[in-house]
């Protein structure tokens, strides 16, 4: 696994155990929702993280972008899908994502030579 990768994964598993050590209903039942929601349903799982990956994009999340690629990575998207991907979101989101776009070209590439 690489670096980027694993650094993230890491920090991420953490730093969610140490939330839901002090977590109300309302932020467990916030997770459960955000996990149900990408879910497959009448848009497939791939769709849906691309979708993700689109408005993390957009909003400027570089934690989010990180970990919808690694779930488009998971759910089977190709190094051309994910270009397209790129496309939408540095369309929709305006030249503000270019340093995002270039985090999320890198890390990418970090998935895919796995």
């Given at each position: 696994?690489?670096?980027?990768?694993?650094?993230?994964?890491?920090?991420?598993?953490?730093?969610n155990?140490?939330?839901?050590e002090?977590?109300?209903?309302?932020?467990?039942?916030?997770?459960?929702?955000?996990?149900?929601?990408?879910?497959?349903?009448a848009?497939?799982?791939?769709?849906?993280?691309?979708?993700?990956?689109?408005a993390?994009?957009?909003l400027r999340c570089?934690?989010c972008?990180?970990?919808?690629l690694?779930?488009?990575?998971?759910a089977?998207v190709?190094?051309?899908e994910?270009?397209?991907?790129?496309?939408?979101a540095?369309l929709v989101?305006?030249?503000?994502?270019?340093?995002?776009y270039?985090?999320?070209?890198?890390?990418?590439?970090?998935?895919?030579a796995e």
């Amino acid at each position: 696994m690489g670096k980027l990768i694993e650094e993230f994964n890491s920090y991420r598993t953490r730093m969610n155990d140490r939330v839901m050590e002090t977590a109300n209903t309302n932020i467990k039942r916030f997770y459960a929702l955000d996990t149900t929601s990408y879910a497959e349903g009448a848009l497939n799982v791939k769709t849906k993280e691309l979708l993700g990956l689109v408005a993390s994009m957009v909003l400027r999340c570089d934690d989010c972008i990180k970990y919808h690629l690694g779930k488009c990575k998971e759910a089977g998207v190709n190094s051309e899908e994910m270009n397209e991907t790129f496309m939408i979101a540095m369309l929709v989101g305006g030249s503000i994502v270019i340093p995002h776009y270039r985090r999320a070209v890198e890390y990418w590439d970090e998935l895919i030579a796995e």
